[in-house]
C-alpha cells in the first residue's frame, strides 16, 4: 500500500480538535510541532495575501493513499482550512523515502 504524508499547518488553537477527529478514522500516531515563521512580514503578506502570524502549529500524518481523501476532508472542516487566514494542507508522496523511514514503511523492520 503507498503512503502519503500530510502536512497541515494551522492556527494555534486548531490541533486538538483535528486530532480527535482523525482519531475516529483510525489515525494515530501524529506528530505536532510548533512553528514560528521568519519571513519579512511585508513580503509575506504580498505574496501570500495572507495575515502574518509566525505562531503555528504543524501537524505530520503518515496515512495509506486510500485515505488521503477522507483526511483532507476531515482537516478542512474541523480546521476551518477555507477560511482565510486559518492554515494550509498538502501531501507528500513516500515512494522514494530511504533509510529508516522506508523500512518502516515498507514493512521491513
Given at each position: 500500500?503507498?503512503?502519503?504524508l500530510?502536512?497541515?499547518i ?14 475516529k478514522?483510525?489515525?494515530e500516531g501524529?506528530?505536532?510541532l ?18 502574518y ?9 503518515i ?8 483526511v483532507?476532508?476531515i ?13 494550509i ?15 518502516v514503511?515498507e514493512?521491513?523492520?
Amino acid at each position: 500500500m503507498h503512503q502519503k504524508l500530510i502536512v497541515t499547518i494551522i492556527k494555534k488553537g486548531y490541533i486538538k480538535n483535528m486530532l480527535e477527529e482523525a482519531k475516529k478514522i483510525g489515525l494515530e500516531g501524529q506528530t505536532v510541532l510548533e512553528g514560528r515563521g521568519t519571513v519579512n512580514v511585508h513580503m509575506y503578506e504580498s505574496l501570500s495575501g495572507l495575515t502574518y502570524d509566525p505562531s503555528r502549529d504543524v501537524m505530520l500524518n503518515i496515512v495509506n493513499a486510500d485515505l488521503v481523501d477522507d483526511v483532507l476532508e476531515i482537516f478542512k472542516r474541523v480546521g476551518e482550512l477555507e477560511e482565510a487566514n486559518t492554515g494550509i494542507s498538502f501531501v507528500l508522496n513516500l515512494d522514494d523515502v530511504e533509510g529508516l523511514a522506508s523500512l518502516v514503511l515498507e514493512g521491513k523492520s
